[in-house]
């Protein structure tokens, strides 16, 4: 080695065989690279690291990042020599110090930064810059899992890169109300600031993975390590650069004291800001002088390196928080301190939520500070947190509530300087800096802290807001404002831009990231920026790396060959246009070259230009078009994918999925529930295609008939869904007596001496029928007559048979006219699966059910469905209901929400696994939601049920076939009817509760599913036989507790989460279910027993404290979701080891203890609460089109 550095040697030892591209870091652009120029497995790839791969378990918790800054074991620890601007002070500049790199331990916030930025590149002569150049690259790393904004061409985000891109998983209460203050001070939301045109405040996106960090460090690290043709050498100390003449021809390293050399075709530094340019300077490449005063031989004299050094400088503003009434922890100050904490490793030690598993700061924000500027100049970011500022990086919280809004500009002029001090290359180089030299700097900063404390006095923050502790109320005008930058301002650990890109005198690289006057040599890591992008630095980073992969494959292919990297763009298209006349000449030829002329379904030409038909194409660039397909809008609200074709070059290229993707785009812009599709046994490749895609197979539709040579998919696409207003009506007489236990106990069992929650609670009861507003499919003014004809069968079968005779409730007493008149409506279904569907029920209705019947029934896709019985849901058969029969459609966007649940409930049995060694969950039926709910018994023999004609809510004895309908909309009315208002009045989880059943979204919907999963936990030798024989009434309602407990841990902890619900929501859905059955009486059905026995449970465990209400106002039940949430684990657990083990002594201890039927001592000031009010439930019933329904008054 000589003295500068760079060896002299060619010879090399270290990893054998010749090596392509050699590495200089493995950090997140070093790792990102070696991945993408490995795919080609004829090409070596090594990497060195001075880290090492760390195993803590620190570095996957999204908040571990707060115990890994400053530990040396993780981070180089650099720090700025004294600024004079900053009164002096020498700042932390952490930088990872492990495979992984400073991604590994940073923030995990993903901002791409602006248009505006990358443009401003290429106008500085950074050709292949712009922000339409690197964008192919931002979408190729990443793998958005929100929503996507813009379709077609204007698609911004990625899918299925190497770094998962999310929302935080809870959504934290002051994020909320942070949001909402922005939105109060005049500054928008938006809804993707990655767009390229961040403008507005926003939850933090980050590279997180369901709470758990993603970087390259995890899943991109394993696939490196399983290719054979790339090595990662770790601990290996990068010492200089071998240099012949002006070529590059390798590296050497140290590694506990040995020298190594490593040879290879080209070169590429990715070592860092500080570590890049440190490593060229080892190596005699910089200013002359520079190197001359750290005792190094200058080789190539670049004087831009090491210059240009840029970070974002923040003002950190730190508030109090006071907390509301009732609520025991809000900020992570709090809860990560004591009991608290300890619940919060549970939480996400089970889960992988809660404080652990969110970035410290929730939201980001993009303003400007004058109005004048023409684009956001300025980055905010609030967290629910607050920490001293000292100059370690650590962040070690507040012991009392706090939260913090840091605020910087995003594109300072101020600048520095990185530089050896030595050769020896084990010391560290000098970081200079003057951060507050830049007039406009200053400006932007304090700008920023006045707009920041605009946001926090608005009335959102009112119930919260507490004193102003850093900078104080004592800084108000500029000049004290500036004396706290001076003492107190800090870093945000983004540096970049000391190997500056471009083509001037101090430009270190060109736009080919190739070292000035070098060959053989590259940079590619953020250090070589020109100017700072607007935002956090990780994302454009591993951008800089992909789009380096691009350039030195493309300079492979050839020294003069430009760079032929360019993105897909789907758009419309003109089938007249020459080169899409000939692909789609290209597909009738492939498609009558493949199957017979009669399997051959192609879509006329003329017909892509009418109206209801999107035709696009797939270009890359400008180039000719590589593939084409069609969406046809059906009348029925489904979509069909046509002249789906690629070409043959342009296949295995990504053309198909771009196409597929975009298609589905346009389907749910035009709100279509279901795309389908024909093709063909010959394509097996577009099969697996499709199904990758989440196709599934059917059967034919439209006017398809079976073919050998056809095949029919189709995909449900998810919908938000939507919600019909309802209104409670309560009856003017106060049913005190239905919390009369005793009395309501006997009155049933003298009911023909069965036990039954299915009789009349009072005389007179009568039933509210509501209709809920969506109309069935119109099948002709002759459906009218048949109808009409089936209800009046029903009527006059319930007033001669089972009116008298309630034991024989589940059969037909002359079931002949009532089958045949169903089979008569089925002729005028549209679909043959319909037709099939009803014809099947018309013969069980005649027949009987067989295990035969439901099998067919459960294989059937049905959209429209005939509904016909006598609909009296809960408060019994004898005394109430209507006779009805119509059409109702099929729910596909509910269908689709919990057939996703349903794919989970795997996670479900693992979860209860976690939760208690001997849980199972046995086999479920589907379930299949549509436009109301309703009770009715396919094949159930169950004495509580009519024989109606649609499955209904619950699972049938010996038989795994049946399907299980809910109607969605009906439960959810009665929640946000019922259940809400009384939760609004009665319960305080620390939180707002919605203001209407909205805000649940679909937690009623998978609520109900989750419930009847709950029936299917079982324990391995266990049983309820004994504990019926016992006290039947006290095991059914211990059944439905087991059910209830059950589904709140598979909602809150694995469904809720899927659907984009935080655990806390479903919490708060669950306890107004609770209320509400309560509120029903006591004594009258198992079910709210249940529900009285649940709430009993928390409040003895001290998971919910019932505070007792005052002159006219309520009780209060208060409590923190989390620890409620433990509780009904802890009743999970319990109900494992009595009910589900057989153990009846115990089990019925448990009954007397908590049930109501123990003096209810738990809940006496809610009982108490509850007797003083009216009576309420609602009844829905949905008539054929035109139909007249009113609201009919339900009290006794």
Excluded at 987 to 1011: C, E, I, N, Q, T
Aim: hydrophobic share 45%.
């Amino acid at each position: 080695m000589t003295r500068d550095g760079s060896s002299i040697a060619p010879e090399t030892e270290g990893p054998a065989g010749s090596v392509d591209v050699l590495v200089v870091g493995g950090g997140a652009a070093g790792l990102l690279l070696a991945l993408r120029l490995s795919e080609d497995a004829d090409r070596r790839v090594v990497v060195l690291e001075a880290g090492r791969r760390r195993r803590s378990p620190l570095l996957s918790i999204p908040a571990g990042e707060t115990l890994l800054l400053g530990n040396p074991d993780y981070d180089w620890r650099f720090a700025t020599e004294p600024d004079a601007t900053l009164d002096g002070r020498s700042l932390s500049i952490p930088r990872g110090r492990l495979v992984g790199g400073s991604a590994a331990i940073n923030g995990m916030i993903f901002v791409r930064g602006q248009r505006d930025d990358f443009d401003r590149w290429a106008a500085m002569g950074c050709e292949g810059w712009s922000w339409e150049d690197v964008l192919p690259y931002f979408r190729a790393l990443e793998d958005w899992q929100g929503a996507a904004y813009g379709d077609g061409a204007q698609a911004t985000r990625g899918a299925g890169g190497p770094i998962r891109v999310e929302l935080p998983r809870d959504r934290e209460p002051l994020a909320g109300v942070f949001l909402e203050a922005a939105r109060q001070a005049g500054y928008p939301l938006d809804p993707d600031y990655n767009s390229g045109t961040p403008d507005g405040f926003a939850l933090s996106q980050v590279s997180a993975r369901a709470g758990r960090r993603s970087s390259v460090a995890g899943e991109t690290l394993r696939r490196l390590r399983a290719r054979e043709n790339v090595e990662i050498v770790e601990e290996a100390t990068a010492t200089g650069l071998v240099l012949r003449g002006r070529r590059c021809l390798g590296v050497s390293w140290r590694r506990d004291g040995a020298e190594t050399t490593t040879l290879a075709r080209e070169t590429v530094l990715a070592a860092g800001t500080i570590g890049s340019p440190h490593l060229l300077q080892l190596s005699g490449i910089g200013e002359p002088e520079a190197l001359a005063r750290a005792g190094i031989v200058c080789r190539h004299a670049l004087s831009g390196v090491g210059a240009g050094f840029r970070d974002h400088l923040a003002a950190r503003l730190r508030w109090r928080v006071r907390l509301p009434v009732g609520v025991r922890a809000l900020t992570f100050n709090e809860r990560t301190r004591g009991i608290s904490f300890l619940r919060e490793i549970a939480r996400y030690m089970l889960v992988r939520r809660g404080v652990l598993a969110s970035p410290i700061a929730t939201c980001v924000g993009f303003a400007r500070s004058d109005p004048r500027e023409p684009v956001p100049d300025l980055q905010f970011h609030f967290a629910p947190a607050s920490y001293p500022v000292s100059a370690a990086p650590t962040r070690r919280l507040d012991p009392l509530p706090g939260m913090t809004i840091g605020v910087y500009p995003m594109r300072p002029e101020a600048e520095g300087r990185v530089h050896a001090v030595s050769s020896d290359p084990l010391a560290p180089p000098a970081i200079e800096t003057a951060f507050l030299a830049p007039e406009a700097d200053r400006r932007r900063l304090i700008a920023g802290m006045r707009i920041a404390r605009r946001i926090v006095a608005q009335p959102a923050f009112d119930p919260v807001r507490g004193e102003e502790l850093v900078p104080g109320s004592a800084h108000e005008d500029d000049a004290a404002l500036l004396d706290h930058l001076r003492a107190g301002a800090d870093t945000s650990y983004h540096p970049v831009g000391t190997c500056r890109m471009g083509t001037g005198a101090d430009a270190v690289v060109d736009p080919e990231l190739r070292v000035h006057g070098l060959e053989g040599l590259r940079v590619a890591d953020a250090s070589i920026m020109p100017t700072h992008v607007s935002g956090n630095t990780q994302a454009a980073a591993m951008m800089i790396a992909e789009k380096a992969a691009a350039l030195l494959r493309a300079g492979e292919r050839g020294a003069g060959e430009r760079e032929t990297v360019q993105e897909l763009r789907v758009c419309p298209g003109d089938p007249r246009a020459r080169d899409v006349a000939a692909l789609l000449s290209a597909s009738e030829e492939h498609a009558h070259a493949l199957y017979p002329a009669d399997g051959v379904h192609l879509l006329d030409r003329a017909e892509l230009t009418r109206s209801g038909v999107a035709f696009l194409v797939v270009r890359r660039g400008a180039g000719k078009a590589l593939g084409c397909a069609a969406l046809v809008e059906e009348d029925d609200g489904h979509g069909e994918i046509k002249r789906m074709f690629v070409a043959p070059s342009a296949r295995r290229t990504g053309v198909a999925r771009a196409l597929l993707a975009a298609l589905e785009s346009e389907a749910r812009r035009r709100e279509l529930h279901v795309l389908r599709l024909e093709t063909g046994p010959a394509q097996p490749e577009a099969l697996a295609l499709y199904r990758a895609a989440g196709f599934r197979d059917r059967g034919p539709f439209g006017s398809y008939r079976a073919h050998p040579a056809s095949l029919f998919l189709e995909k449900r696409l998810a919908h938000p869904d939507t919600t019909h207003p309802l209104v409670p009506h309560h009856g003017a007489r106060i049913m005190s007596d239905r919390f009369d236990h005793d009395a309501n106990l006997a009155r049933a069992g003298s009911w023909r001496a069965h036990r039954s929650p299915f009789w009349p609670p009072a005389e007179g009861y009568r039933l509210a029928c509501l209709d809920i507003g969506a109309a069935g499919p119109d099948l002709g003014g002759e459906a009218a007559a048949l109808f009409e004809r089936l209800r009046a069968l029903i009527e006059a079968e319930w007033q001669a048979e089972k009116a008298a005779r309630p034991d024989t409730r589940a059969a037909f007493h002359a079931p002949g006219p009532i089958a045949d008149t169903l089979a008569a409506l089925a002729d005028l279904l549209p679909r043959e699966e319909d037709r099939l569907a009803a014809r099947l029920r018309a013969a069980a209705i005649r027949d009987g059910y067989t295990d035969e019947t439901l099998e067919k029934l459960a294989a059937i896709d049905e959209e429209v469905t005939l509904v016909a019985g006598r609909i009296s849901t809960w408060y019994g058969k004898e005394t109430g209901g209507l006779a009805t029969a119509f059409a109702c459609r099929r729910d596909a966007g509910l269908l689709a929400t919990v057939e996703a649940a349903c794919d989970r409930l795997g996670d479900v049995a693992a979860r209860l696994r976690d939760l208690h060694a001997h849980l199972r969950l046995g086999a479920l039926p589907a379930f299949v939601p549509a436009d109301l709910f309703f009770m009715a018994g396919e094949g159930n023999r169950h004495p509580k049920h009519v024989a109606y004609f649609l499955p209904e809510d619950e699972g049938v004895k010996h038989s795994p076939f049946k399907k299980t309908c809910y109607f969605a909309n009906t439960h959810r009315g009665l929640v946000g009817a019922l259940g809400l208002p009384l939760a609004r009045e009665i319960l305080d989880l620390g939180r707002p509760l919605p203001v209407d059943v909205a805000g649940f979204g679909v937690l009623p919907v998978l609520g109900v599913h989750a419930h009847e999963a709950g029936h299917f936990v079982h324990r391995e030798g266990g049983g309820f036989k004994a504990l019926n024989a016992a006290d039947r009434w006290a095991s059914v309602t211990l059944q439905e507790v087991a059910a209830d407990t059950f589904a709140l841990v598979a909602l809150a902890d694995v469904l809720a989460p899927a659907a984009g619900h935080p655990a806390e929501e479903a919490v708060a859905y669950h306890l107004a279910e609770c209320l509400r059955y309560v509120d029903r009486g006591l004594g009258l059905f198992p079910d709210g027993d249940g529900m009285y026995l649940q709430l009993s449970y928390l409040v003895s465990l001290g998971a919910l404290e019932l505070v007792p209400g005052g002159e006219g106002t309520p009780p209060r039940l208060c409590g923190d979701p989390e620890v409620v949430l433990a509780g009904f684990r802890s009743l999970a657990r319990v109900l494992a080891d009595t009910l589900l083990a057989g153990d009846v002594e115990r089990s019925l201890a448990l009954y007397r203890d908590f049930g109501p039927a123990g003096q209810a001592r738990h809940l006496a000031p809610l009982v108490a609460h509850l007797s003083t009010r009216p009576g309420a439930s609602l009844e829905y019933l949905q008539e054929p089109a035109g139909a007249v329904s009113s609201a009919v008054v339900l009290a006794s």
